[in-house]
């Protein structure tokens, strides 16, 4: 008997076809093949959200190619991921290929899920088979259907309002809105001036070490308690002349307990923070480990581990680091995130007992495994202990200083998962020890504006507020960027554009349900009800679109154009008409006034960070300058100004030297290969000046 097994993508197809026998073809999908329509909203709202689903030209052959194998094959089992996503390719599956209409009177076409691609997962899949799971199919459509009406009813009111080209989308509305609402919040900030008061100490015959003033009169300082130069001067000159001794010892053993295995946010976030990966190639690279069978399913907001998993991990610690560093039992963690139901088991590898080096993984697959692998097994081991101390230093005056100090004892879990910690080593003292004090320094800080959201910080903030799911994080992020709402800075960390503090207003006034937060997450609320038979999706449906369509009518008649022309002296090269400023989805332009019959439109002139511009000769054809320019989608790079002609660009700014004997300057072209030129590279470990050309190794600091 042939079984044909239809997977979404040919690595996973080549993994699973691995543990199957010869009765057994595996092909894959390539993902959907069936989709709402390019162009068009595709959905009936008049006929009770009925969507109209049409195979894309990129899959007509592959359906071509499955209709064929279906017709070849005795059994059909459909093997798609196990979330509503998968769910949804596997019932988009049988739609497209009819498989609901030709084997009605044969055996019915089979669905298995698995949450590891194992050949023990697939082997139990198989014994196991089950229908498909129209309340998780029906999540997937609404969630669809709801960002097609919100997209394709919004954006066509962007046009008209705003500028033609933008978009408006359920939740990447509300993510810009997030980011503008940081920034504005960054620009409103004040800082405030603050001091601390630091010692420098030594007992008899020890070594020195340093205390911090702490607390008045037995009350704790705040940190903006010492509000300027004057009054931290008061409290060092009264204290130069003090007495000071050891007035309290307080010491214990500190525990630092591991942390949970990863769930897709936490991933995306470690994978960040340690390796610089964006959110959109952690969980690509994540795909791919998993379609080879080396992690489990990598969409997942549970914390739950395997009984199987943990066995495994306890045994490979035992064996690889010894009993000590094995808790008495499994350590088991509870998932806190909203409406978590989407997999069964956090990430984790699926074999705990192939280390990195024992699979055929490099760069950053192996980097990434590596992590994966490090959290599990450290969330299975013993806490770190910490050997901790805290010393109270009396001054025999109103002011109290502390110092803290900590020695680790034992390394436990940071054996495998290291974090970053100091250890302060503090002298052994004695209660009422007489102290000297060597140096007595006060210092000026001012309060720090809020950070702005790397990737990292946003998909936190927005799995804190119920906003999205694991699957929707990283196309989010990669959405808003390509659109042009955001960008990265230098530091690589969010901000908006301009036309993005437009929309967003605009929103904000005229529909503040689309970009509520609470809102947004109560609508993954609904979409969860559904997809756990609680809710009939088309009612949802109805019950958000009938008055967001009312609405919609009515700010089409109010709202006025929100961005108005600005007059320039700048005259048109073309007509000689006036040209002026006008704002477009990348931002402001230079446009002819004599439009439509003059069409001519020039970039504005870009400045660098500094808000300096930049202007200096171009050192491959001479006759040009180097001027900053700006893409199509909004990003800044240093080009020649005679393009075509000369087709001098490179990303990163240009270092400059000065030209021998004159006052001018000049672009430094690299010392080794003499081609390309020195440009300033910002990473994390600081700048780097590097040659432009790829082939070129030159670097310096």
């Known amino acids: ?22 009765d057994f073809t595996v092909t894959s999908s390539y993902g959907h093949i069936r989709d709402l329509p390019k162009g068009e909203l595709g959905v009936e709202t008049e006929k009770n959200f009925e969507p109209r689903y049409v195979i894309p030209t990129k899959a007509r052959k592959k359906v071509t190619a499955l209709k064929k194998e279906a017709k070849k094959a005795d059994e059909i089992i459909l093997a ?26 044969d055996k019915p076409v089979e669905r298995i899920v698995f949450h590891e691609i194992t050949e023990d997962a697939i082997q139990k899949a198989l014994e196991d088979p089950r229908d498909i799971y129209m309340d998780l199919v029906d999540a997937q459509q609404a969630r669809r259907i709801l960002d097609r009406l919100v997209g394709y009813k919004l954006s066509p009111f962007l046009w008209k309002k705003v500028v033609r080209g933008l978009s408006a989308g359920r939740v990447q509305s509300v993510a810009v809105r997030l980011i503008v609402e940081k920034e ?9 001036e603050y001091w601390s008061i630091k010692a420098l100490l030594n007992a008899k015959g020890k070594s020195d070490f340093s205390a911090q003033l702490h607390s008045k009169d037995g009350e704790t300082l705040d940190k903006l308690a010492i509000k300027n130069e004057k009054e931290a001067k008061e409290i060092t000159d009264k204290l130069r002349n003090a007495n000071w001794k050891v007035a309290n010892i307080e ?24 390796h610089g990966y964006t959110a959109k190639r952690t969980m690509m690279l994540a795909q791919n480990l998993y379609e080879r069978g080396f992690i489990t399913y990598h969409r997942t907001d549970s914390l739950n581990l395997a009984e199987s998993a943990l066995s495994a991990g306890r045994a490979y610690i035992e064996k690889e680091f010894g009993s000590k560093y094995l808790p008495q039992k499994s350590r088991r963690f509870k998932t806190r995130s909203k409406g978590a139901q989407e997999a069964h088991e956090a990430i984790r590898p699926t074999n705990p007992t192939k280390s990195p080096n024992k699979l055929k993984l490099e760069g950053p697959q192996k980097k990434l495994y590596t992590l994966i692998w490090q959290r599990f097994l450290a969330s299975q081991m013993q806490p770190a202990r910490f050997a901790a101390t805290s010393i109270d230093i009396s001054t025999e005056t109103e002011y109290t200083f502390r110092s803290t100090g900590q020695v680790l004892k034992f390394d436990g879990f940071l054996k495998v998962y290291p974090i970053k910690f100091t250890e302060a080593d503090l002298p052994e003292l004695k209660e009422g020890e007489a102290l000297k004090l060597k140096d007595l320094n006060k210092e000026q800080h001012f309060t720090k504006p809020p950070a702005r959201y790397n990737e990292a910080s946003l998909v936190k903030v927005l799995e804190k507020n119920g906003i999205g799911r694991p699957s929707t994080y990283a196309p989010i992020i990669s959405t808003i960027q390509d659109r042009n709402y955001v960008q990265k800075n230098d530091q690589k960390r969010l901000e908006p554009t301009e036309i993005a503090f437009i929309v967003i207003d605009l929103l904000v006034e005229h529909f503040p349900q689309v970009v509520d937060l609470q809102f947004t997450a109560t609508m993954e609320d609904e979409l969860d009800k559904i997809a756990e038979g609680q809710k009939e999706w088309r009612k949802v449906m109805k ?4 008055p967001f369509e009312e609405r919609l009518e009515k700010k089409y008649e109010e709202v006025e154009k929100q961005i108005p022309v600005q007059e320039t002296d700048k005259k048109c090269t073309e007509c000689g008409k006036p040209m002026v400023k006008r704002m477009g989805r990348y ?8 439009f439509p019959e003059c069409k001519n439109t020039e970039p504005l002139e870009e400045k660098n960070d500094d808000g300096e511009k930049f202007e200096l000769p171009c050192p491959k054809c001479v006759q040009g300058k180097v001027v900053i320019k700006r893409t199509r989608r909004g990003k800044n790079f240093y080009g020649c100004n005679r393009y075509p002609d000369c087709d001098f660009a490179v990303w990163d700014k240009p270092i400059t030297e000065k030209v021998e004997g004159t006052t001018k300057e000049r672009i430094k072209k690299c010392p080794e290969c003499e081609k390309g030129v020195l440009v300033e590279k910002n990473y994390k470990k600081g700048d780097v000046i590097k040659c432009s050309e790829k082939e070129c190794k030159y670097q310096e600091k």
């Open 543 to 546: 019950d958000f679109y009938v």
């Open 251 to 274: 010491q214990k053993d500190k525990k630092r307990n591991p942390l949970p295995p990863f769930t897709t946010s936490t991933l995306q976030r470690a994978a960040w923070s340690r």
């Open 80 to 105: 798609t991921d196990e979330d509503r996503e998968g769910e949804a390719i596997a019932w988009h599956i049988v739609k497209a290929l009819e498989l609901d209409k030709k084997r009605k009177d």
């Open 1 to 22: 008997m042939s079984k044909l097994v239809i997977v979404e993508s040919p690595t996973k197809a080549k993994t699973i076809s691995k543990f199957l026998g010869k």
């Open 184 to 192: 504005r919040e960054i620009k409103a900030f004040k800082p405030d």
């Open 587 to 594: 931002g402001w332009f230079y446009a002819c006034s004599g």
